[in-house]
């Protein structure tokens, strides 16, 4: 699961919800770039506003 991914590739410092949920949005970002159409999120502000990045993002580099 996501999760327990999330989990393991952060365990030294032991994650907290708020890592987690950073975490989730990147994860998110990254499924957008990859043309995943639905990824399930509990912080939903926070993987918008790393929806939105992602999305400029790839506008940009389709401009240069």
């Excluded at 365990?11 to 499924?31: E, G, M, N, R, S």
């Amino acid at each position: 699961s996501r999760k327990r991914f999330l989990q393991t590739t952060l365990t030294p410092q032991k994650p907290t919800q708020h890592d987690l949920d950073i975490a989730t949005a990147i994860i998110t970002a990254y499924c957008s770039l990859q043309r995943i159409w639905g990824v399930r999120v509990h912080n939903v502000h926070d993987s918008a506003i790393a929806l939105a990045i992602a999305q400029q993002w790839k506008a940009n580099q389709q401009n240069d």
